[in-house]
């Protein structure tokens, strides 16, 4: 063989040793989709464990799940729910470390965002078809809400009541925690990078294979668009972090040309009234950004901008 054939022969040798070792250099992927916290959640994970990983992230966000939720009858919650007033309550690990990161941002946030919210949010039913509660039924059942009806003690880590028709709803943070755990799982099997996705509360960290610097471009939700859809001006660019959403199109009912949305003003127990649709938080827990998200929509742009900043977390209103 001439010197030339040599040469194309180790030229195609040298390309197709190529390609396959970077076959099968390429990360696994490993991706799957569950319906929790009345959302779909999706987890990519990359990496040899990425499977394990992710079945294991949503085993954990569907005990965390199954704590938290007001509507199945033997959760931690609903077992607070119905309980009469003046008996301590033991809660879980989990339930307890919920419960200091939303008394912190009840308390910075002057109760905007308030966890005994559940008798008002029940009557507007927006888990159903929705309907427009009576002034005479809102203030009934705001008399149930605010500072003092749910009192939870971090030190022994118990509830009480001190009113029987007090109620909690976590559906302002509970999603948040399940993320920052699905994390925590992701990262103890040694993936490579993740992303998370619990319903507008979305989580990234490690390397993401499909970017050429390895980074993680998040498009925020354009309101009452199509999911998925985005203004290119939207995008978020982090390495790890958590970027959540609270938004009124996530849940809400039009009722004689009148739109009502999930995130109640507990000042006056009507949907929070603003110029925007919504506002997400970019932050390093998504526990803390789902609270702030909440809370912050309810609070309006100057004094949301101010929570925000107290914890050093980024808010962009939509
Ligand atoms: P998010 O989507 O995180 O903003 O949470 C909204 C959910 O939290 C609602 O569907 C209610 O279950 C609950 N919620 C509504 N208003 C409030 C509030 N002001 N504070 C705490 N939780 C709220
Ligand atoms: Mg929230």
């Not at 982090?238 to 996530?250: C, H, I, K, R």
């Not at 809400?252 to 009507?270: A, E, L, M, N, S």
Request: aromatic fraction near 10%.
């Amino acid at each position: 063989m001439g010197k030339i054939k040599w040469g194309i022969l180790v030229v195609i040798m040298t390309v197709v040793a190529g390609i396959f070792f970077g076959l099968i250099n390429e990360k696994k992927e490993f991706s799957d989709k569950e319906f929790l916290f009345d959302t779909y959640c999706t987890i990519t994970a990359y990496g040899d464990d990425a499977e394990k990983a992710v079945v294991e992230a949503f085993s954990q966000s569907a005990d965390i799940h199954s704590i938290t939720d007001g509507f199945a009858e033997n959760s931690e919650v609903s077992e607070i729910n119905s309980a009469k007033a003046g008996i301590a309550i033991p809660v879980s690990d989990d339930l307890a470390e919920i419960l200091t990161t939303v008394t912190e941002i009840e308390n910075s946030s002057s109760r905007a965002f308030d966890s005994s919210i559940a008798p008002v949010v029940l009557l507007w039913n927006f888990g159903g078809e929705g309907r427009i509660p009576s002034e005479e039924e809102i203030k009934r059942a705001m008399a149930y809400v605010g500072d003092g009806k749910i009192v939870f003690d971090s030190n022994k880590k118990t509830v009480m009541k001190t009113d029987d028709n007090a109620k909690l709803d976590l559906g302002g943070a509970a999603k948040g925690y399940a993320g920052d755990k699905a994390v925590e799982v992701l990262k103890s099997f040694g993936v490579s990078g993740a992303i998370v996705d619990f319903g507008g509360n979305i989580l990234c960290f490690g390397e993401n294979p499909k970017s050429d610097d390895g980074k993680w471009r998040i498009g925020l939700q354009k309101p009452f668009a199509p999911t998925g859809e985005y203004d290119e001006k939207n995008v978020v660019e982090l390495s790890e972090g958590a970027v959540v959403t609270s938004g009124t199109y996530q849940r809400y009912f039009d009722k004689d040309g009148k739109r009502y949305h999930h995130i109640i003003d507990p000042k006056t127990g009507y949907p929070a009234n603003q110029t925007y649709s919504s506002v997400t938080i970019v932050t390093e827990s998504s526990l803390l950004g789902d609270c702030l998200s909440t809370a912050c929509f309810v609070l309006g742009r100057d004094a949301g901008q101010k929570l925000a900043d107290k914890y050093g977390a980024q808010i962009i209103f939509l």
